[in-house]
């Protein structure tokens, strides 16, 4: 009598599981995901002059969906909480020019870069003569989009953000 219960046990926990599994697999079911992204970034994410979201990254997300077969939208999302909402779990991802750092690996999952930039500080053309390097600008008053790697970078230097 033991052994079977134990099979109706099994049969009873492969039926569970394959049940489960079908649900899951059903096409009827496609996934969307919803990225965020600062708009503030043209050319790969902008709002246009109707007042539309639009970009290269912004266009990807959706294009990559449909060779895909799942639904992906992109959502205009402030900078300064774009992280705390990939992290309470608002939107799925971001697609919004994210500088890969090891402390953002310690909470985030990395898709392979598209870009690859780097930090730069931008003057007048007329002040060209007047600043070699960065450190010619100690003192100065800079500005940076605070809580990026632009404003990190910045801090390592004498200068005013």
Do not use: H
Not at 110 to 125: E, W
């Amino acid at each position: 009598m033991k052994k079977v219960w134990i099979v109706l046990l099994c049969v009873l926990a492969c039926g569970v599981v394959f049940a489960g599994g079908a649900k899951e697999s059903a096409p009827s079911e496609a996934k969307s995901y919803v990225f965020a992204a600062d708009a503030t970034w043209p050319p790969l994410e902008f709002i246009d002059e109707k007042g539309n979201l639009t970009g290269f990254e912004v266009e990807l997300m959706p294009a990559i969906g449909k060779e895909v077969g799942v639904t992906m939208t992109v959502k205009n999302i402030p900078w300064d909480t774009i992280f705390a909402g990939l992290a309470n779990g608002a939107y799925d991802g971001v697609s919004s020019g994210v500088t890969v750092t090891e402390e953002r690996k310690q909470t985030m999952d990395f898709s392979t870069p598209i870009l690859s930039n780097g930090q730069v500080v931008i003057i007048r053309a007329a002040d060209k003569d007047k600043y070699a390097s960065i450190n010619d600008l100690s003192g100065k008053k800079t500005g940076v989009q605070i809580g990026t790697t632009g404003d990190f970078a910045l801090a390592d230097y004498p200068v005013v953000p």
